[in-house]
T-cell receptor, first 113, second 109 residues
Framework: ETGVTQSPTHLIKTRGQQVTLRCSSQSGHNTVSWYQQALGQGPQFIFQYYREEENGRGNFPPRFSGLQFPNYSSELNVNALELDDSALYLC????????????FGAGTRLSVL | GIQVEQSPPDLILQEGANSTLRCNFSDSVNNLQWFHQNPWGQLINLFYIPSGTKQNGRLSATTVATERYSLLYISSSQTTDSGVYFCAVMRNTGNQFYFGTGTSLTVIP
């Protein structure tokens, strides 16, 4: 059974650019959540997707958007990058909506210059 | 949102020592999970514990939901226990997890 995988592992962008991060959920998991973790802080919830529909959103602007595909993999898109978007972006998948146990990938470290 | 406070913020232990990490939260929750983030950034789920007590090897956790806190116990600590420990909670009516600011644990040989 493969775990949650994220790509790329590291990324450097300049302010104003757009970025797409990818996540493959653990086998059989139909729910994917995305988090942003700034240095020295806890992860902050961006949004969750369940069966290709957005199922909850945190306090992030619309330039943060996402997709979930029929195989339950997911993308996080960020437009008009700002310096403060530099962070570790984490994806977590879960199998059981009742318990919603989060299984995390290793993350994508984004640096915006 | 829900305020999640963890204490202590930093902890340094000698190998073999025991420790207790605390997580306080400001609202009723129906989901609480503890995670360990290793020095490379990987978050590992330790416990799903909305209430009661669970044990897994040298780790155990207790959540008293009515009093809005949870405790994580680490016994006979090892250097591999080093990292940051987070608790995350979800309120009864939501889909969003709220994470605390973490406890950074360093275990020295």
């Amino acid at each position: 059974e493969t775990g949650v995988t994220q790509s790329p592992t590291h990324l450097i962008k300049t302010r104003g650019q757009q970025v797409t991060l990818r996540c493959s959920s653990q086998s059989g998991h139909n729910t994917v959540s995305w988090y942003q973790q700034a240095l020295g802080q806890g992860p902050q919830f961006i949004f969750q997707y369940y069966r290709e529909e957005e199922n909850g959103r945190g306090n992030f602007p619309p330039r943060f958007s996402g997709l979930q595909f029929p195989n339950y993999s997911s993308e996080l898109n960020v437009n008009a990058l700002e310096l403060d978007d530099s962070a570790l972006y984490l994806c977590a998948s879960s199998l059981d909506r009742a318990r919603n146990i989060q299984y995390f990938g290793a993350g994508t470290r984004l640096s915006v210059l | 949102g829900i305020q999640v406070e963890q204490s202590p913020p930093d902890l340094i232990l000698q190998e073999g020592a025991n420790s207790t990490l605390r997580c306080n939260f400001s609202d009723s929750v129906n989901n609480l999970q503890w995670f360990h983030q290793n020095p490379w950034g990987q978050l590992i789920n330790l416990f799903y514990i909305p209430s009661g007590t669970k044990q897994n090897g040298r780790l155990s956790a207790t959540t008293v939901a009515t009093e809005r806190y949870s405790l994580l116990y680490i016994s006979s600590s090892q250097t591999t226990d080093s990292g940051v420990y987070f608790c995350a909670v979800m309120r009864n009516t939501g889909n969003q997890f709220y994470f605390g600011t973490g406890t950074s644990l360093t275990v020295i040989p």
